[in-house]
């Protein structure tokens, strides 16, 4: 038997509604902070992601699909949307027609990871990009719609993280007395943080090995030792949280992974997803924009795991979905009606309906069980003396009452059932 490749899922019948739920809060919370969607292929050249995310990441070092097409183009299945955005941005002069850009996006991701709970190699992501404008309002907007979307949804463990990097000059500034601090260390750390001391020395914040954290609890704090105005910028996002009424604790080593990053970061968590805890996270960056080809441009933006919020919903039962039933479900007293009931279920589905009948040739009884399964609000009977007469039996399933109606009278049966 051929099975689903591991890392990836299969979403199944049962599971869309609540895909179904997540995207409409999506839609409708994005649409109303004035976010216009966007699309991008799935795939694209490797060198986007090599400059805008960074070499020395692990996602562009150890996690991308990458392959080369038939024309010897070395492409990647997308990672990350964030630079596909900025790509498509700067390709179509978006900011050339208006000076302030705000789009969202639902998209499937791909990271060769290793799989575990709530993490996948095919995964989805939403999330939204602003571009354009330095004004932290837009990094606490951006905050505010991640929590918004979260809370709609049921999800009450969340914790909030924010923390400022500083500009691109305070922040290399801090990675050499991060070096300094550390190189008497070096010799100290796990083997990958040895390694992200000579590339990327912040990454080392994101160890989980015990040993590097005792380490770097006597390390300089970046927020000691960042720039004025971006200081002031993240008082003012502090403002506003507190103002909009969302908790938020401040983590110092909360610095992203990602090198675009420049002043505001922030990740939103759960206590109800095991240790990868983290459902959305994202942060300012200023200079990527410039790095990818075009003219400076400041954004900001953020990305949410669906799966991942998925199961903090069904760990926390917070997800309420609406009830899984039909409007009509069609049954045949004599198989020879087949035909006809056919075409009854046609008229109805042609006024949005949501209508069934049986395709197996089963008994009454067994047609019966089928439709209290679909949990249908009402079923017509065809056939008998009534169908002889011209008359057709509907039932309203929730009340037991029965009543006739003319064969053809579509219009009464459309105005009983959408009561």
Request: negative net charge; glycine residues 6%.
């Amino acid at each position: 038997m051929i099975k689903a490749i591991t890392g990836t899922k299969d979403i199944l019948p049962s599971e869309i509604p609540g895909w179904k739920r997540l995207e409409s809060f999506v839609n409708t919370i994005f649409t109303s902070f004035n976010y216009k969607e966007i699309r991008t292929p799935i795939f694209e050249e490797t060198s986007l992601f090599a400059r805008g995310i960074g070499e020395e990441t692990d996602i562009v070092g150890k996690e991308m699909y990458t392959f080369a097409d038939r024309s010897g183009t070395s492409v990647t299945l997308k990672p990350e949307m964030t630079a596909s955005v900025v790509r498509a941005f700067i390709e179509h002069s978006l900011g050339k027609r208006q000076p302030l850009n705000k789009f969202f996006y639902i998209s499937p991701m791909f990271r060769q990871e290793r799989p575990q709970a709530g993490r996948l190699r095919q995964f989805h992501q939403f999330g939204g990009e602003a571009l354009g404008s330095t004004s932290p309002l837009l990094d606490a907007e951006l905050i505010i719609i991640a929590f918004q979307i979260l809370t709609s949804l049921g999800l009450r463990d969340l914790t909030v993280k924010i923390n400022t990097l500083g500009v691109h000059s305070s922040r290399e500034n801090y990675k050499r007395m991060l070096r300094d601090f550390l190189k008497d260390k070096k010799y100290m750390l796990s083997d990958d943080s040895r390694k992200r001391y000579d590339t990327n020395v912040l990454r080392i914040f994101d160890s989980k090995v015990e040993s590097d954290q005792e380490i770097l609890k006597e390390a300089p704090i970046l927020i000691d030792h960042i720039d004025e105005e971006s200081k002031n910028d993240f008082e003012l996002v502090k403002d506003i949280l507190i103002n909009s009424k969302i908790s938020f604790e401040i983590d110092p080593k909360l610095v992203r992974g990602l090198d675009y990053y420049t002043k505001t970061t922030f990740e939103i968590i759960s206590g109800k997803v095991g240790s990868q805890n983290a459902l959305c996270g994202g942060g300012r960056y200023d200079l990527l924009v410039e790095q990818l080809g075009g003219s400076p441009t400041p954004g900001v933006g953020f990305a949410a795991g669906i799966e991942r919020i998925l199961l903090a919903c069904e760990n926390e039962k917070s997800l309420s979905l609406p009830d899984d039933n039909i409007d009509l479900y069609i049954i045949k007293l004599d198989e020879d009606l087949s035909s006809k009931a056919f075409e009854v279920a046609l008229e109805y589905r042609k006024e949005n309906l949501f209508v069934e009948f049986d395709y197996l040739s089963r008994s009454v009884k067994a047609q019966m069980r089928e439709a209290n399964k679909l949990n249908a609000r009402f079923v017509l009977f065809i056939g008998g003396d009534e169908y002889k007469s011209g008359k057709l039996n509907l039932k309203n399933m929730a009340t037991g009452e029965q009543q006739l109606i003319d064969l053809n009278e579509y219009s009464k049966l459309i105005d009983l059932v959408r009561v």
